[in-house]
């Protein structure tokens, strides 16, 4: 395409979106609505997957050793649970070790077992990392079966409960997106099909005197990704004061287990992502309702 | 040895052999038109409406796809012819309504521009023909005038230019006279015999007796989807 012919197709997507200045408003409003909705939703998910990837990476098993278990079956053991494939890694901590913890984490009440100190009612243990935490659950399972263990224990109900919710939450999350998303598509779908019901007559004479289908197309998706990128500016902004205001907020401070996503990149990426989204959906959308303009 | 590239595929500007076309709802327009157009003709094209006419025109523009048979328009294989190359046929044929399909919000010179800017000629060549269009047509005055501020004729006249204006080999008029009074009727016919005497093959569809039985050319007359006759220098009338 030559320079002038791009420069013709982006005057004239221009003069069309200024010329039904009212439809065009109407979109960018939509669209602005939509982001800023979508956005919240993907800030939200992003920051949910976030701290659930940090609590999954927590999650660890413990496999407790048989009593009767002698040192060379305890070995054996280490070795089998090492070779199952997606185990990260595999240590060892004795029934002494298993009280200190326990007690460590009893804080000041710890004290009361001391007394076991003597006689250590506590099993010797493996402490094994999945590579991926969803594989937890599966690992688990086989080492149960394994010669000299006694019971194995991962925190069962929340590591479940916490996969069940964050996939939950992903799924609503997608699915609210997506409808928001085909609204926004649908509305700049009718304005651009509006500014081509003005112009059908154009078009019909266009193709009369030889127009290639993407000559007559052009304009209208410049029009459409004028619309998204318009309609894309305040979310943005919106969005980056408000997760700006949450980061410095002592309420979001207060969990120091729950990390939210730095500012930088986060934001960044959100803001590029928000973009992209209402360009895409504004050159759909046009794309979309000229196609049947094109026919003949 | 046969050497391929001495035979010669025609001479003809359009051709078209057991040509049928049926629409979608069952109508059959055309049934079996065969037909031969030399480069460089005057053909009238006449019949009753809805004999077939103006589904003869449309396909020949590709703006219909015939259901079988074989059409040649300046070489080109209409029926093989892919979607996308259609605009450049298009190119290569002008075309002129009863009802001139002007851009009313454009000047005379932006109408006839828009032709050129479709096909990327540049800014300067544009200018230089569409003046010389303007010019052709008698209408070098009034390049600045919206088309309201025009006659019915001069209106016709810009549709005529525009239609002129990327040197088609090929000028289709569907009745263009149809909305004007015999004198600039006439004065419209004289500008298409002036384009054709300069090689352009014209296809004039026509309702007007006296045009036809005064201006004397080829006449194909239409009837039934068929065509009952074709006679060189003939009179208007759709019988055989």
């Not at chain 1, 040192?71 to 070790?97: P, W």
């Not at chain 1, 298993?98 to 004290?111: A, F, T, V, W």
């Not at chain 1, 006694?150 to 479940?160: A, H, I, L």
């Not at chain 1, 960044?268 to 303009?293: E, H, N, P, T, Y």
Request: hydrophobic share 45%.
């Amino acid at each position: 395409m030559r320079l002038r012919t791009v420069k013709r197709h982006f005057r004239e997507g221009l003069k069309n979106s200024w010329r039904n200045s009212w439809m065009t408003l109407a979109s960018i409003a939509a669209v602005t609505t939509t982001l800023i909705l979508v956005g919240t939703f993907i800030a939200l998910l992003m920051n949910i997957n976030h701290i659930a990837q940090s609590i999954e990476e927590d999650v660890e098993i413990k496999v407790y050793i048989d009593l009767t278990a002698t040192e060379e079956s305890i070995d054996e053991l280490g070795e089998r649970i090492s070779t199952i494939t997606n185990v990260q890694n595999v240590t060892f901590s004795s029934r002494d070790d298993e009280l200190q913890n326990l007690i460590s984490s009893m804080g000041e009440q710890g004290s009361v077992w001391d007394t076991f100190m003597q006689d250590n009612p506590l099993l010797d243990a493996y402490v094994v990392e999945a590579i991926n935490p969803q594989d937890t659950m599966e690992i688990a399972a086989e080492i149960e079966d394994f010669n000299g263990v006694d019971y194995v224990n991962y925190g069962q109900e929340v590591v479940e409960a916490l996969f069940a919710f964050n996939n939950f939450a992903r799924n609503i999350g997608l699915i609210l997106i997506a409808a928001l998303l085909f609204t926004a598509i649908f509305l700049i779908s009718n304005t651009i099909k509006i500014t081509i019901f003005a112009r059908r007559k154009e078009i019909e004479i266009m193709k009369l005197v030889g127009a290639t289908n993407w000559f007559i197309r052009w304009p209208f998706f410049v029009e459409g990704l004028l619309l998204g990128v318009l309609g894309s500016i305040i979310p943005i902004a919106l969005l980056a004061a408000i997760y700006n205001f949450l980061i410095g907020s002592a309420a979001i401070n207060q969990f120091d287990f729950i990390q939210i996503l730095p500012f930088n990149p986060f934001i960044w990426q959100l803001g590029g992502l928000i973009l992209l989204i209402g360009a895409g959906i504004g050159v759909w959308g046009s794309v979309m309702s000229v196609r049947k303009f094109l026919k003949v | 040895m046969v050497n391929n590239f001495d035979i010669k595929v025609n001479d003809y500007m359009i051709e078209m052999q057991n040509v049928k076309k049926t629409y979608p709802n069952g109508v059959t327009a055309l049934n079996g038109i065969d037909i031969n157009i030399d480069a460089g003709e005057f053909v009238y094209l006449v019949g009753q409406s809805g004999a077939g006419k103006s589904t003869f025109t449309k396909l020949i523009f590709r703006e219909e796809v015939a259901s079988s048979g074989e059409i040649r328009v300046n070489g080109e294989d209409l029926i093989k012819m892919k979607w996308r190359q259609v605009p450049f046929l298009r190119r290569s044929i002008g075309v002129v309504y009863q009802d001139f399909k002007l851009l009313p919000k454009m000047t005379v010179f932006e109408n006839v521009a828009f032709a050129l800017e479709v096909v990327e000629e540049s800014p300067k060549h544009i200018r230089k023909r569409v003046m010389d269009v303007l010019d052709q047509v008698g209408l070098k005055n009034k390049a600045r005038f919206i088309p309201d501020e025009l006659s019915g004729g001069e209106q016709q006249r810009v549709a005529i230019a525009r239609a002129i204006a990327n040197y088609p080999k090929l000028l289709i008029a569907d009745e263009p006279t149809g909305n004007l009074d015999p004198d600039t009727s006439w004065g419209i016919m004289k500008l298409l015999e002036e384009i054709n005497a300069t090689g352009t093959t014209i296809i004039m569809a026509t309702h007007s007796k006296e045009i036809v039985n005064t201006v004397r050319r080829r006449v194909i007359a239409i009837e039934g989807g068929l065509v009952v006759r074709d006679q060189q220098r003939g009179e208007y009338g759709y019988e055989a």
